[in-house]
């Protein structure tokens, strides 16, 4: 894209040559594109996935966090029954799935910018 930018740019300069064209020869590479739009999509699904079961372990981690608060502020002790545990093993199902969207998310913008570029290429075409 920057080439042909470059190129129509410099012709217009020295003399705005009107017979300017370029061409590709062959088939438009439609099969590449087409890779790249569904990798994207493929990372779209994966990072709504990951969002709605961190919200779901999220909505889990509250109500086992109101059922030890509960626990604790009765008079008389009672056991926690791994409720600690249960809290803890969610913490970490949180952490872990935060950092899965994170990367997912990375590479979503590299996934857009190519998916950009091909489409910029593939209008120049």
Known sequence: AVVSTQSTGYFEKMGGI?????????????????????RRFELRQRQ??????????????RAVQRRLLTRFKDKTPTPLQNMDTLLEGTYQQILAI???????????????YQLSTATKLLLLL
């Open 18 to 38: 009107p017979a300017f064209s370029m061409v590709f020869p062959g088939p438009i590479p439609l099969e590449e594109y087409f890779d790249i739009l569904d």
């Open 98 to 112: 935060g950092d899965a969207d994170l990367q997912t998310t990375k590479v979503l913008e590299l996934a857009d």
């Open 48 to 61: 709504s996935s990951y969002r709605e079961l961190l919200s779901q372990r999220a909505q889990q981690f």
